[in-house]
């Protein structure tokens, strides 16, 4: 991968870049950030970089062998760690590692819930196991098969367990010769604070609107630039965020029809004692309930409604550019948002949280959402 495929982060290129060519390598490298900033596109670029023999002072050449070899992710001395749930395949990340090649080479922005939509599990369990940093040791103990660096790429290095962290303390102290570390987190402060004692870390921030707007209308024309800008706002920062929008359009706009109707519904049953929207109400609960997509998709309303409530109570203070909703749910906003204050925001959130927290343990649906649907007229009748 080349530094020019990754959208934005140029100061980031560049720090990684001055490193290299003034011989200022750390072995062992945390890149941080949110999700969907480029993290992992940053570390495979920064990997070939490294390893090109012919690099220039932006980027690898992209056409010697090594490079060759980088870009279909099979350079012999670059190897990757990745969370795996055990299973038929193996147990160690080798035997996965050609679903995981293919997973970057179509594009290095993804998540956990892609990764298991790619392994085809619906268990959300995945580490990276302690049999894997026998791998690890034996992998970089290997002599190199040229005279670049043999290179360490770990993916959501925070889903390490404790005993393989810790088996790999000792050789990120003292590593072989030309060895370097990337290590990739969204959430640094779940790792073992000897193993971020032990690394440089790499902060890539969240990308501008701008970057990711432009990035959109390049990659999805058919967005259109207005709405391309739309989805880069309300991404806050996440190109991946923009992506998932762009392609859920048409389901998020069941997730607010749905929003409005339980919101509207307990609004009247609370406020004007209206019969037929409490039956409504009730309907709801059972088709939410019954949905064929199943407890993911439940649990994804549920935090499409918590987002929700949270822009609606920022809406209350008039800053625009702390909104991140599209054009309908502002139009909403404007009327509902006087409804969610001080005294039920927080209790609401409460709600919401427990409810995704009941489905997720596969409590009866029919019964929270119907419970929840009563919460919601107390609560909204404030």
């Known amino acids: 991968m080349l530094f020019r495929e990754i959208i934005g982060q ?17 072995h062992a490298q945390l890149l941080t950030g949110q ?48 969370p795996i749930v055990k299973g038929d395949r193996g147990d160690v990340c080798d035997d996965y590692l050609d679903t995981f090649r293919s997973m970057v080479l179509d594009g290095p922005y993804f998540n956990m819930d892609d990764w298991y939509n790619r392994l085809g599990v619906e268990t959300k369990q ?11 040791l034996r992998k970089l103990s290997l002599k190199s098969f040229g005279d670049g660096y043999k290179i360490m790429v770990i993916w959501q290095a ?32 779940q790792m073992l604070a000897t193993i971020l004692s032990r690394t440089q870390e790499i902060r890539v ?27 880069a706002h309300i991404a806050n920062g996440s190109f991946l965020a923009a992506l998932k929008l762009a392609d859920m359009s048409d389901e998020n706009q069941g997730y607010f029809d749905d929003f409005v109707a339980l919101m509207r519904n307990a609004w009247l049953v609370g406020q004007k004692k209206d019969y037929a929207a409490l039956l409504e109400l009730k309907k709801w609960s059972l088709s939410m309930a019954d949905a064929k997509e199943g407890r993911e998709k439940q649990k994804a309303f549920l935090q499409y409604v918590q987002k929700q409530i949270r822009e609606n109570y920022i809406y209350n203070y008039h800053c625009p550019e702390m909104n991140y909703q599209t054009e309908a749910e502002r139009q909403f906003s404007s009327k509902f948002a006087p409804f969610i204050h001080e005294g039920n925001v927080e209790r609401m959130m409460e709600e919401l949280g427990k409810a995704e927290q009941q489905i997720s343990q596969n409590g009866n649906a029919k019964i929270i959402f119907f419970d929840l649907c009563l919460q919601m007229i107390v609560m909204v009748k404030k």
């Not at 100061?11 to 200022?24: I, S, T």
């Open 126 to 136: 995945a580490m990276i196991y302690e049999k894997e940093s026998g791998e690890i």
């Open 10 to 26: 140029e100061d980031v290129k560049r720090q990684l870049r001055q490193g290299v060519r003034e011989g200022r390598i750390a």
């Open 158 to 189: 925070e889903k390490m367990n404790v005993s393989c962290a810790n088996k790999l303390l000792k050789l990120l102290e003292e590593p072989p010769h030309k060895t370097l570390f990337l290590l990739v987190t969204e959430h640094p402060e």
């Open 35 to 82: 999700m969907g900033v480029g993290k992992l596109g940053l570390a495979l670029a920064y990997a070939q970089y490294v390893n090109c023999p012919h690099r220039t002072e932006e980027d690898a050449c992209g056409q010697c062998t090594s490079c060759l070899q980088y870009q279909k992710l099979q350079h012999p001395d670059l190897h990757f760690a990745f």
């Open 205 to 231: 921030p969240r990308l501008s609107e701008e970057t990711i707007s432009s990035a959109l209308v390049t990659q999805r024309p058919e967005i259109g630039e207005q709405s391309a800008k739309d989805l």
